[in-house]
């Protein structure tokens, strides 16, 4: 009986031992990890610090022309933060970059932009350029702005399109059954309903979640992505590097 007493209480014992020392791995791994993130922070402050200072030489230099057009997310709560926004588009401007697309779900972005160019020199929407190669020869900044409704409801416009299209063709039915529509004749209906626009080169999305927050898909087939944070906490550096980053890839496209 005692024998059985003290087993128990020694397998308790052990338990409670066991418990207390994942507790303590658990801690000390978290507590790495922390001074690890800390200390990532801390680097990448002094980095775009040293960055707006002009003070790193090799970020003075950006091949911008391979920036040919850009995109920026924008997460729905940062989106009434238009001073923010503007300027970081005078940021953007100041570089050399002249095209660019703004993006937010809710269509915060669209409301706001009459007060956006009136505040950016010479500024003018991608709708006024009509053709993609007017677009690209423009010397002063061109903005286009969309949200989540130039997505899922662009693509049933596209599709509705194709299918009016279609029907007046007058084909069989034989005919229609073995019917597939290629990506040039999406892409082209989705330019008739306006939602056609230019694949960005880079995109960059400020917010907490690391994704496109429901950028039009099909228009980021090639896309380098770059998360950037909160808009709040934006700063010149981090904007340079990410760009400085994208500019030094070399993008091999396959066929």
């Known amino acids: 009986m005692d024998f059985s007493n003290e087993s128990r209480v020694l397998h308790r014992c052990s338990a409670q031992i066991g418990n207390l020392l994942l507790r303590s791995l658990w801690h000390l791994v978290h507590f790495i990890i922390s001074i690890c993130n800390f200390t990532l922070d ?52 100041a570089v050399g970059v002249k095209h660019v697309c703004l993006y937010d779900n809710e269509g915060i972005l669209k409301k706001s932009k009459d007060f956006i160019l009136e505040n950016l020199d010479g500024a003018i929407l991608f709708q006024d350029a009509h053709e993609n190669n007017v677009l690209l020869d423009q010397q002063h900044m061109t903005l286009e702005f969309v949200s989540f409704s130039d997505g899922k409801e662009a693509v049933a416009k596209a599709a509705n399109v194709l299918f009016m299209k279609y029907s007046k063709s007058g084909v069989t039915d034989q005919n229609q059954k073995e019917k ?50 909160l808009l709040k906490s934006m700063n010149y550096g981090s904007l340079i590097k990410a760009i400085y980053k994208f500019t030094m890839v070399r993008q091999n496209y396959g066929k």
Request: hydrophobic share 45%; net charge neutral.
């Open 42 to 93: 801390i680097a990448n402050v002094l980095e775009s610090y040293l960055i707006s200072s002009g003070l790193l030489g090799r970020y003075k230099s950006l091949h911008i022309a391979k920036l040919r057009y850009l995109a920026i997310v924008i997460e729905s709560e940062g989106a009434y933060q238009t001073l923010k926004i503007i300027e970081l588009l005078q940021w953007l401007e």
């Open 180 to 229: 597939i529509f290629t990506e040039s004749q999406m892409t082209e209906a989705l330019k008739t309903v306006g939602s056609g626009g230019p694949e960005p080169d880079l995109l960059l999305v400020y917010g907490p979640a690391r994704c496109h927050l429901g950028f039009p898909a099909w228009r980021i087939k090639y896309t380098e992505i770059v998360h950037m944070g």
